[in-house]
Each structure stands twice: as structure tokens, then as C-alpha cells.
């Protein structure tokens, strides 16, 4: 199957504070998401972005396809962005995930 | 539009006792998945289905038998279960899989205990 590396893999903040978290794949892949898993468990998804930037408010995502690493900025920082963030990436019906970056906003 | 919903939300299993999770879309979406998330290792999938009638094996599917008789639902069904099935399982669709365009949405999640 894909490794996927995510880094790093714990970060605290103060609000305001901008943050980039990144993730490595160790092969090609058609499909690259980006969720946010809320201190209640839910996942959210923040990004489809195989290729590219996207901004989205606060967030945004660039992927590098070719060399295999998705990028998350985060501006702005507030405590409601506390949470695991993870990269998810498949090809084909499989989709692996990396083991998350759990990011701690301090007021 | 209710989403994914997964019931139940949490559950306590004595080892070797068999339960079902459930998991059902309403979104018409070809492809649903299971997964199940531990501490400090991710979402690892267990089972994934392309359509009604057909499933497949995922990353860690020993334990754990699936069927898929309409689009709707996809149970989770563990035979016999044991302590190393604790975890928390979440149940996810898309319109095709992982292919080009397809995002994945994500159930609320099942927490299940085997003691």
C-alpha cells in the first residue's frame, strides 16, 4: 500500500499564530483530501486538491503532485481549529491515511 | 439529506460475543467504506464496496465479514469478536471511490469496547 507521512505530528499554537502542516506520499495518487477531525471525533472534509492550490477563508492547500507532498496553511489561527488534521491519498478503491498532525490553538 | 449515519454510537462486547454495525448513505453514492481508527496509527480501512452485490478487502480486513445488498446500507458484521477489535469505526461513501473528483464523506463513527 501508499505510506503516507504527515508532520508534525503534534502542534500548539497561540491564537492568531499562522501554521503549515505537510504530508508525503510515498506514491502516486489520484485523489488527495484534507479532513479536520473536531475534538467531538467528527471528520470534516477541508480539501479535495490532487493537484494545485485551493484556499477556502482562513485555510489553504497546495499540492505538489509530481514530488508528492500536499502542503496545509492555516492563518489566523482560532481554538476552534484544535483538532487532528490528516491527509488522506488512494488511487483506484483505496484510500490511506496518514496518522495526523493534532494541533492545539491556546487563547 | 441526513448524510452517513452509523448507529450505534458506542458499544461494550464481552470477547467472542458477534454484533453488527450499521451504516447507511442517502446520497445514491456507488462506493461506501469501513475504517477503523486507533490511537496514534490513522484511519486504516477494513472493507470497501464499488456498488451493491460487490465488496472487497481493504488494509485490515481479518475479523470482519460485509455485504452490500442495496446502495444504502453497508453493516459491518464481527463474528467473533476480540480485545484487539477495540476501536473507534467510522463508515465513509463517495460517488466512485478514489478516483479523479470523488470526496469522501465520513459517518459520525461507532466506539466499540471488547472486554
Known amino acids: 500500500g501508499i505510506q503516507v507521512e504527515q508532520s508534525p505530528p503534534d502542534l500548539i499554537l497561540q491564537e492568531g499564530a499562522n501554521s503549515t502542516l505537510r504530508c508525503n506520499f510515498s506514491d502516486s495518487v489520484n485523489n488527495l483530501q484534507w479532513f479536520h477531525q473536531n475534538p467531538w471525533g467528527q471528520l470534516i472534509n477541508l480539501f479535495y486538491i490532487p493537484s494545485g492550490t485551493k484556499q477556502n477563508g482562513r485555510l489553504s492547500a497546495t499540492t505538489v503532485a509530481t514530488e508528492r507532498y500536499s502542503l496545509l496553511y492555516i492563518s489566523s489561527s482560532q481554538t476552534t481549529d484544535s483538532g487532528v488534521y490528516f491527509c488522506a491519498g488512494g488511487t483506484g478503491n483505496q484510500f490511506y491515511f496518514g496518522t495526523g498532525t493534532s494541533l492545539t490553538v491556546i487563547p | 439529506n441526513a448524510g452517513v449515519t452509523q448507529t450505534p454510537k458506542f458499544q461494550v462486547l464481552k470477547t467472542g460475543q458477534s454484533m453488527t454495525l450499521q451504516c447507511a448513505q442517502d446520497?445514491?453514492?456507488?462506493?461506501m467504506s469501513w475504517y477503523r481508527q486507533d490511537p496514534g496509527m490513522g484511519l486504516r480501512l477494513i472493507h470497501y464496496?464499488?456498488?451493491?452485490?460487490?465488496?472487497d478487502q481493504g488494509e485490515v480486513p481479518n475479523g470482519y465479514n460485509v455485504s452490500r445488498s442495496t446502495t444504502e446500507d453497508f453493516p459491518l458484521r464481527l463474528l467473533s469478536a476480540a480485545p484487539s477489535q477495540t476501536s473507534v469505526y467510522f463508515c465513509?461513501?463517495?460517488?466512485?471511490?478514489?478516483?479523479?473528483?470523488?470526496?469522501?464523506?465520513f459517518g459520525p463513527g461507532t466506539r466499540l469496547t471488547v472486554l
Open positions: 446520497m445514491n453514492h456507488e462506493y
Open positions: 464496496s464499488v456498488g451493491a452485490g460487490i465488496t
Open positions: 465513509a461513501s463517495s460517488l466512485q471511490g478514489a478516483t479523479v473528483g470523488n470526496t469522501q464523506y
